[in-house]
């Protein structure tokens, strides 16, 4: 039906006109229904949006997700195989996920059983799903983990955990060995007032239950693995330079099988390792009146006579063409009386600076040194970052101390 003109005073209104026109809004709300039906719940509808672990034991905790459970009215029931009611749910709940405490015993014929779980509302809302339960079995889960770091928090800065700031920290547990499937707990212990959640991928965006399902290895296959995204939180008032993160796995059934592993890093400062960029310093490098002296590899001892300038020179290895930042920081922000500058002139100190590499290839940075009186040992950071491709950038540290 095209748009007619406006009708004017006087015009005769036909019913052809008046039924094309109730023909045009029939079709326009069947349009807007079946919107409406792409998203779950949207017509107030109770859906069940997933049930995790999707294979579970006997006994187990099954996380229920979706929409309009009716908690509000307290009249949530949930059933397995249309029987064993459950009414009572580990707290908070919400409308939009329940938390069954366990699920019921069953009779087994083999070593698994479909389970159907219905959740209803009292309102007439109801929905169902099915898991697979698996059968208990007489021993106890004991298995050979490995949990190890996957890499350093890529967003939402990929260099420096600041306070306040939220980061996921990439972490990979496989199961070498085991007896059986196997529920595995995650617990993270992390400094005090730090607060932490699992969720689902590297942007932290879907928080999941803190479990992970690992079915046993297979005789000459590969050992099952599950990828944890643990997202940290540093409070504002975190005190403190050095942070402390520890991830372990453990069984659910038995609590003396876990792996585990911990890592540490400096608030304020680039993650350590893991960089795409590395340095090199020159054993010896002559400054203004003075020597500074060096070691190669992740951090240096450069001693300063007081009120000298030394001058320092590393080379970043083999950097691709395109546009850098290198930027200085110190420690907890605390120079200790230095002052460290990527120009000439430490009157102005100059703590950034942009270059271009035209080609690959090492690229040389001087930083000069100054010592006031009464300087003590800190810490410098210096580190490159790639504008393009923004995944390689580096970072080293240097020990500065008077001489």
């Not at 698996?134 to 260099?159: D, E, G, H, R």
């Not at 420690?331 to 009386?337: D, F, I, R």
């Amino acid at each position: 039906m095209s748009i007619p003109n406006y009708v004017q005073p006087g015009n005769l209104i036909t019913a052809n006109f008046m039924n094309s026109l109730i023909d045009e809004m029939k079709a326009l709300d069947a349009r807007l229904t079946a919107l409406g039906q792409l998203v779950p719940g949207s017509q107030g509808e109770l859906v069940i949006t997933d049930i995790s672990p999707a294979m579970p034991h006997t006994g187990d905790e099954i996380f229920i997700s979706g929409v309009n459970f009716g908690f509000l009215q307290q009249q949530t029931v949930v059933t397995f195989n249309g029987a064993n009611p459950v009414r009572d749910f580990k707290p908070p709940p919400s409308n939009a996920r329940l938390l069954v405490l366990n699920v019921p015993q069953f009779s087994f014929q083999g070593d698994t059983l479909p389970v159907d779980v219905g959740v209803s509302n009292g309102r007439g809302g109801f929905d169902h799903r099915q898991i697979t339960v698996v059968k208990p079995v007489a021993t106890i889960p004991v298995a050979t983990l490995l949990v190890s770091q996957n890499a350093w928090p890529t967003t939402p800065n990929n260099l420096i955990p600041e306070t306040g700031g939220t980061f996921v920290f990439p972490f990979k547990v496989e199961l070498l060995a085991a007896n059986m499937d196997e529920t595995y707990d995650v617990e993270v212990v992390l400094p005090s007032g730090w607060s932490w959640d699992l969720t689902s991928d590297a942007l932290g965006q879907k928080v999941v239950p803190k479990q992970v399902f690992l079915q046993r290895p297979q005789a000459g296959g590969p050992a099952p693995n599950q990828m944890l995204f643990i997202k940290a939180t540093i409070p504002a008032t975190t005190k403190g330079t050095t942070a402390n993160l520890t991830v372990a796995v453990r069984a659910k059934r038995n609590a003396s099988t876990f792996g585990t592993t911990s890592i540490s890093f400096d608030i304020g400062l680039p993650f350590p390792g893991l960089g795409t960029i590395t340095f090199v310093l020159p054993p010896t490098v002559s400054g203004p009146g003075a020597t500074i002296k060096g070691t190669s590899g992740v951090a240096f001892q450069v001693p300063t006579p007081i009120g000298t300038a030394g001058q320092l020179t590393i080379l970043a290895r083999s950097l691709k063409k395109g546009d850098y930042n290198i930027a200085l920081t110190w420690k907890n922000t605390a120079s200790n009386g230095w002052v460290a500058t990527l120009g000439g002139d430490p009157t102005n100190p100059q703590m950034t600076l942009d270059f271009t590499m035209a080609q690959e290839g090492d690229a040389p940075t001087s930083v000069v040194l100054v010592a006031a009186a009464g300087a003590t040992a800190a810490k410098l950071a210096i580190t490159i970052t790639a504008k393009s491709p923004v995944t390689d950038f580096g970072s080293v540290t240097l020990d500065v101390q008077p001489a």
